[in-house]
């Protein structure tokens, strides 16, 4: 479901284009002059030491922080700042490195608060909760539903969120993205804390998510091997600036890169 | 773990043991006792006998008067529960303890009555009413929520104060300080009592009350499942959750906290409006919404169901306590004894009965 105003863009095309973005706190320049571009369909990994400004971009993407210079074009439309209802509306969706999920709630209504902006019954309708407001939200359980069988967590429907290991959290934050029915989801290390077996599900999930729906996905992520398996191209970051963009087998060999990773002899 | 897990007997915990134990002790205390008062060994100038023995006897002899005491105990626990679900909902969604609630309780009333006395039909009145609760919403949303947004809880709490003294200030400019009459029969509240005849006593029931536990109670159930069951009720909870997640999914956080604020004034109009008719229209009503404090400490500040069980304990357990005991302390115990009954449950169970277990990781 996107605006009916909104163009829509082509399989190859770019989604989404962030173009000399800065990013400054008082005197600390978390970004300065990133410029890359996300295309429709694919896996964008972006990777960089710790502090390297991965979470910045994704907050900068989605509204949370506004560049204080450059802007960001998604969808053909160019914004210098966005509201992050508006993101969300947009159809950019995201999950968080330290997983914010409602942890009060259950599994179902986590998923389905990820829902919140396509029902649009009225205050009025969901006062009585009957009519339109019912069907609405049969509706909406269908597709919610659906996703819980797709990411296999049927067994933890009805608890309580807080209840859960990480690693189920972590799959439950990837549901609630995915309620949105996203065109971009962003991931802020899907994988982290996670073992193996977790890490290999997670993976399974990422590809499935982007081959079976057509999701573009922006993904963070430190496991170097869980990168080069998954994303189409990658961009590398490194003290707020970008270092190298491209393949994941062009960025490996990239001398900057591997720099940056290992340290450089002074 | 096996071994351990095959002697330990299923179904009995050490705690119901206790409890137990607890239970047969009360039983064994007022076969006792019951004794006692039999055989004469202690009567009525006996302190034990007057405290524990005698309000029982009252209560057994006159079942009319217990009746009576216990329904009027309902009817203000209920619009008890009302006042403490404003806060519970305010609370839940913005982690604000907003100290303005009873003056938002005062000023809707007010609102009500001085549009009436100045000519506006009431049910116009109380449309109009409604009206300036929501334009209190999105002012408070704007003027006071959104600049102080990640503030710390205290500022916030604060600015409710600042809030307060702001309301009777405009409240007192406007419709003037003195104290007014609900406009109850323009209204169509009913009017009058019915003396009912139960176990061989007259109880009576006054209509006004009948129609306030009523209409709270339903206003309540809506409530509750408003906020449980839907689509903004979830967004609510949300909110309260984490403010980041809430964003990330598209959730207006300015848009709930003027459904809230909204509510908890219609809440207050409700309150303001019922109480109003059994009493009268002033600022001194306010401090029927700090009655909402020991309930909330009872309920837990997060729990709706919290905020009715609270209610109701303290609504029933100051009337029994100002008829019964109260005699033996000179009357007048239904003013603090709501708060000393909330200082005990602080010191035992702080959390509330229903409220989330705080839990502090060090």
Redesign the interface.
């Known amino acids: 479901m996107r605006a009916p105003d909104s163009p829509v863009v082509a399989k190859g095309d770019a989604l989404l284009a962030v173009e000399n973005v800065s990013l400054g706190f008082g005197g600390v320049k978390a970004l300065s002059d990133v410029s890359f571009d996300i295309r429709k369909g694919e896996i964008r990994a972006i990777i960089g030491p710790n502090g390297a400004g991965k979470t910045s971009m994704l907050n900068c993407i ?1 509204g ?1 922080y506004h560049p204080t210079d450059g802007c960001i074009t998604f969808k053909g439309r160019r914004r210098a700042r966005m509201r ?2 508006a ?3 947009g159809g950019i ?2 999950t ?1 490195q330290n997983v ?6 259950t599994t179902l ?1 986590n998923l ?6 396509k ?1 649009h ?1 009225s ?1 009025f309708w ?2 009585l ?1 009957h009519g339109p ?1 019912m069907e609405e ?1 049969i509706a909406h359980r269908r597709v919610v539903e659906d996703i819980i069988d797709f990411l296999e967590i049927q067994a933890i429907r009805k608890v309580p969120v807080g209840k859960l290991p990480y690693g189920l959290q972590k799959r439950v934050e990837l549901g ?2 995915l ?2 029915e996203p065109e971009l989801l962003l991931l802020d290390e899907p994988m982290a804390g996670m073992n193996l077996e977790e890490k290999e599900d997670m993976s399974r999930f990422v590809l499935d998510v982007n081959q079976q729906f057509g999701t573009t996905i922006a993904l963070i992520e430190h496991d170097m091997g869980v990168v080069m398996d998954l994303s189409d191209r990658v961009v590398v970051l490194e003290y707020g600036r970008k270092i190298a963009d491209g393949k994941p087998d062009e960025v490996k060999r990239d001398q900057r890169v591997i720099d940056a990773y290992l340290g450089v002899a002074h | 773990m096996a071994s351990e897990a095959a002697v330990r007997r299923p179904g009995i915990e050490p705690r119901m043991v206790a409890w137990l134990f607890a239970a047969l002790g009360v039983a064994a205390l007022v076969v006792i006792l019951a004794i006692a008062a039999r055989t004469g060994a202690i009567g009525r100038g006996n302190l034990v006998y007057d405290v524990v023995v005698d309000p029982f006897v009252l209560m057994a002899q006159a079942p009319d008067l217990l009746v009576q005491t216990l329904w009027e105990g309902l009817v203000s626990g209920v619009l008890y529960a009302l006042i403490a679900l404003g806060f519970v909902l305010i609370f839940k969604a913005s982690g604000v303890f907003n100290f303005a609630q009873g003056i938002m309780v005062v000023f809707a009333a007010l609102t009500l009555v001085g549009l009436h006395e100045k000519g506006v039909p009431a049910l116009v009145a109380l449309v109009l009413a409604v009206g300036v609760m929501l334009v209190l919403a999105i002012a408070v949303e704007r003027v006071v929520l959104r600049p102080l947004v990640n503030q710390p809880d205290i500022i916030l709490f604060m600015a409710t104060f600042g809030l307060t003294y702001f309301l009777i200030g405009l409240g007192e400019l406007i419709f003037g300080g003195n104290p007014k009459q609900m406009i109850a029969r323009q209204l169509y509240l009913p009017q009058g009592a019915t003396d009912a005849a139960i176990f061989g006593g007259r109880v009576r029931f006054q209509h006004i009350d009948i129609a306030a536990a009523a209409i709270a109670s339903l206003m309540i159930a ?1 409530l509750a ?2 906020f449980s ?7 609510l ?2 909110v ?3 403010h ?9 956080l300015n848009q709930i906290w003027v ?1 809230v604020w909204f509510t908890a004034g219609i809440v207050a109009l409700v309150t303001g409006i019922m109480w109003g008719a059994r009493s009268d229209v002033s600022f001194a009503l306010q401090i029927i919404a700090l009655k909402a404090l020991p309930v909330l400490i009872l309920g837990g500040f997060t729990s709706i169901p919290g905020a009715i069980v609270g209610g109701l304990i303290i609504g029933v357990g100051e009337k029994i306590g100002e008829f019964y005991w109260g005699p033996l302390l000179g009357g007048g115990i239904e003013s603090w004894l709501a708060y000393m009954i909330a200082l005990l449950f602080l010191l035992y169970r702080p959390q509330g009965l229903f409220g ?1 277990k705080i839990i502090e990781r060090v």
Do not use: C, Y
Request: hydrophobic share 50%; glycine share 6%; no cysteine.
């Open positions: 989605n949370f992050p209802h993101a969300a509306r969706a995201r968080f914010a999920l409602f942890k009060g709630m209504d389905m608060a990820g829902r919140s902006l029902m019954k205050f969901q006062l909760r407001a939200e609630r993205a309620a949105m | 809506t499942v408003f069951k839907t689509r903004i009720g979830r967004a909870r949300a309260a959750d984490s980041k997640a809430a964003l990330s999914v598209g959730i207006s459904i989330e």
